[in-house]
């Protein structure tokens, strides 16, 4: 049985963490130059699958206020897959995404015990409650953009992710990441903290 969870704090774990093991090694030069090209097909995928991760579960919520276990290891599943292709298309790792092995993308959620932990009517404006932190997050999509460009050029010239682009934009993904598994996959009423950490 899970617990309750209190607010977030540094001792209290957000139900949901993200970590990317820094690939400290030289990377494949030749398809980090063609990414754009050879992440469509699997970028496609992702995107189709991606609707049906979140509507159905706010009808379930609101109307049996239950989160069927299935539907949460569908939604884990997912999301580690996602974060694969994500990685991969931010030239964190040059391995083609796998469906089933974590490519140094280590993806962690708490299932929630929808009766005591989720508010039946909250999922109907989460949506709305994460407005600040879509609106950093735009931005820091943009820096993210940024930085990927530079890390593309200093793959193709030394081979090498710069770590500081690396922990920014692996920051920004566990951000994202926290923020969706409050506001869309709703494992959790607990608000997300504004961090890279």
């Not at 063609?34 to 970028?43: H, Q, Y």
């Not at 049906?52 to 159905?56: E, M």
């Not at 109307?63 to 997912?78: C, E, G, Q, S």
């Not at 991969?88 to 993806?107: G, H, K, R, W």
């Given at each position: 049985m899970v617990t309750a969870q209190a607010p977030f704090s540094a001792s209290v774990p957000y139900p949901a963490s993200l970590n990317i093991d820094y690939p400290d090694r030289k990377l494949n030069k030749l398809t980090s130059f063609?990414?754009?090209?050879?992440?469509?097909?699997?970028?496609v995928l992702m995107s189709l699958l991606g609707f049906?991760?979140?509507?159905?579960l706010?009808?379930?919520?609101?109307?049996?206020?239950?989160?069927?276990?299935?539907?949460?290891?569908?939604?884990?599943?997912?999301?580690?897959?996602?974060?694969?292709?994500?990685a991969?298309?931010?030239?964190?790792?040059?391995?083609?995404?796998?469906?089933?092995?974590?490519?140094?993308?280590?993806?962690e959620m708490v299932y929630p015990d929808a009766k005591?932990?989720?508010?039946?009517?909250?999922?109907?404006?989460?949506?709305?409650?994460?407005i600040p932190h879509f609106v950093v997050l735009y931005f820091l999509a943009i820096a993210t953009s940024l930085c990927e460009i530079i890390a593309w050029f200093a793959i193709l010239f030394t081979g090498r992710y710069p770590k500081g682009l690396f922990d920014f934009v692996v920051g920004v993904m566990r951000w994202s990441f926290r923020v969706m598994a409050y506001a869309c996959l709703m494992i959790t009423d607990q608000y997300p903290p504004y961090s890279l950490e």
């Open positions: 063609f990414r754009i090209f050879t992440m469509l097909p699997v970028a049906v991760t979140s509507i159905p706010v009808l379930i919520i609101l109307l049996r206020k239950t989160y069927p276990k299935w539907w949460f290891d569908w939604n884990l599943a997912f999301v580690k897959f996602s974060t694969r292709v994500k991969y298309m931010f030239l964190i790792n040059d391995a083609y995404p796998s469906t089933y092995e974590d490519q140094n993308v280590y993806i005591t932990q989720l508010r039946r009517g909250l999922p109907l404006v989460k949506w709305f409650l994460a």
